[in-house]
């Protein structure tokens, strides 16, 4: 297990320094969908609080989107492309089965020294990713790390479904991170799984379970199918345990909390795991209704468009927390400071 930021053998610690995010250009609008299945604006609005969500075009691919993502959080923090060691795309709907979409990342941003995997842990998986770069940077084993969460899971959506086509749409959004004085940065995390529910959202067909067969594409067993009652109760209790656990981590409770980055998958999820935690609405960052549920890419976007209000201060204590098929779930505790406060290339 990592040392907490408490811990007085944790010598540095890993900060954000660079930002970036990519979304297609086409927007769906719940009205769009009312043409498709027997749904309303009104109904959808009400239930999950998304107006709209943007599609990718053919061609525009979770590398692409991901590459773009990348290449303006290197350059936010102030980088070259041939300075990152690592490079760790959170990704369910990757270019290929195999090879990971890191890897296509790594050739179309030109990061020639990076080691690249993905991480399959969908819409939590930034999430993972966030304690897994920060390991790597607190142990001295790496020190620029880019972080990406892409997807593009309306390849995966079936349109005649009225109870998943409305929810999801895709992005992706990226970060670098830096060694940083320990107090600063990722101060906690804490990671999960029950894979007992792996059936509650999943893809029954493409794997190496059931490969993909005429009929079985007829069937549309290639598309994602929920249980999203189950996946609805899992993840209000789970989003506020998760974070406390995380603030447990970072020996911090909820009221030093100044801002909630949920994973914007339903509004209501959202109200019932900050009305667990006792956070007013003011500390809870929302912008599901312009993009819906992008999966992985979900909580960094939600992170990028904070950061670009002017919604978070260096100082600021933020609360990132993801859920998703798995069943997964991950929460991380980041005392934000863009600006190091010391010579970045000592630690
Ligand atoms: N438009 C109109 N009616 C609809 C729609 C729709 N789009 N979808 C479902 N309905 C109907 C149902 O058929 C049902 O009708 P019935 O009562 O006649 O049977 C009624 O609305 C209520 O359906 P519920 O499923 O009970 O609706 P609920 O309020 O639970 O909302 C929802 C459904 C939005 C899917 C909710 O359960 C949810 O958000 N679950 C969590 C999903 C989630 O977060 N998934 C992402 C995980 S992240 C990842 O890994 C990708």
Redesign the pocket.
């Known amino acids: 297990m990592l040392s907490p930021a408490s811990s007085p053998t944790r010598r540095r610690g890993a900060a954000i320094r660079g930002l970036g995010m990519a979304v297609p250009a086409t927007v769906l609008a719940n009205h769009q969908l009312e043409e498709l299945?027997?749904?309303?604006d009104e109904?959808?609005v009400t239930?999950?609080g998304i107006r709209e969500r943007r599609i990718a075009r053919d061609g525009e691919t979770t590398s692409a989107l991901a590459a773009k993502a990348a290449r303006d959080a290197i350059a936010d923090a102030q980088l070259e492309p041939d300075e990152i060691d690592m490079i760790l795309c959170a990704t369910?709907t990757g270019d290929y089965l195999w090879p990971a979409t890191a890897c296509i990342v790594q050739d179309a941003i030109g990061s020639r020294r990076a080691a690249a995997f993905d991480i399959s842990a969908?819409?939590a998986g930034f999430c993972y990713g966030v304690e897994v770069a920060a390991a790597l940077i607190e142990s001295g084993k790496a020190n620029n790390i880019v972080l990406i969460g892409a997807d593009t899971?309306t390849r995966h959506v079936d349109w005649s479904d009225?109870?998943?086509c409305?929810?999801?749409g895709d992005g992706a959004a990226a970060v670098v991170l830096r060694p940083s004085e320990p107090a600063q940065g990722v101060l906690g995390s804490s990671i999960g799984a029950d894979g007992s529910h792996h059936r509650s959202?999943f893809i029954p067909a493409g794997g190496t379970q059931s490969r993909l067969t005429p009929a079985l594409i007829a069937a549309r067993y290639d598309k994602l199918v929920?249980r999203?009652?189950e996946?609805?109760k899992f993840?209000v209790r789970i989003m506020g345990e998760a974070c406390l656990n995380a603030l447990a981590d970072a020996s911090l409770s909820a009221d030093d909390v100044d801002l909630f980055i949920p994973?914007q998958?339903?509004i209501?999820?959202i109200n019932a795991a900050a009305t667990r935690m006792g956070l007013p609405p003011e500390k809870v960052f929302c912008n599901l209704e312009r993009y819906g549920?992008t999966?992985a890419a979900s909580v960094p976007i939600a992170l990028f468009e904070a950061a670009a209000m002017g919604r978070i201060k260096d100082g600021d204590i933020i609360v990132l927390v993801g859920?998703?098929?798995g069943l997964t779930w991950g929460a991380n505790v980041i005392r934000w400071e863009r600006t190091p406060t010391s010579d970045e290339a000592v630690l």
């Open positions: 299945v027997a749904t309303s109904w959808i239930r999950t369910c969908a819409c899971l009225r109870s998943t409305v929810l999801f959202l929920m999203g009652g996946v609805f993840a994973h998958a339903n209501r999820i549920n999966s859920f998703g098929a």
